[in-house]
Nanobody, 114 residues
Framework: QVQLVESGGGLVQPGGSLRLSCAAS????????MGWYRQAPGKQREWAAS???????ICADSVKGRFTISRDNAKNTVYLQMNSLKPEDTAVYYC????????WGQGTQVTVSS
């Protein structure tokens, strides 16, 4: 059974930064195809960023240039560096494979507000 545990969220002012972490455990195989998703209040969960099969990274247009996904293979951990945060980035952030193939974790809340 794969477990995904997200952390690092919090309250931040517009323009601020946060770094989220996702620790993967169990028979996940590898974290090469991991991604980040988010769900804003009253909205569907949406994809934010992920790795490609070739090892590159891709991001949704809404976060391009501000969010960066990275990973530490030795720690089975994936990160999401979020800069220049906006109020519309407020959401619960989740990690999973891309496309999602494992039970969702509890997510981590990110609130961008002054």
């Amino acid at each position: 059974q794969v477990q995904l545990v997200e952390s690092g969220g919090g309250l931040v002012q517009p323009g601020g930064s946060l770094r989220l972490s996702c620790a993967a455990s169990g028979t996940i195989g590898s974290i090469y195809n991991m991604g980040w998703y988010r769900q804003a209040p009253g909205k569907q969960r949406e994809w934010a960023a992920s790795f490609t099969s070739g090892g590159n990274t891709i991001c949704a247009d809404s976060v391009k240039g501000r969010f960066t996904i990275s990973r530490d293979n030795a720690k089975n951990t994936v990160y999401l560096q979020m800069n220049s945060l906006k109020p519309e980035d407020t959401a619960v952030y989740y990690c999973n494979t891309f496309p999602p193939n494992h039970p969702w974790g509890q997510g981590t809340q990110v609130t961008v507000s002054s």
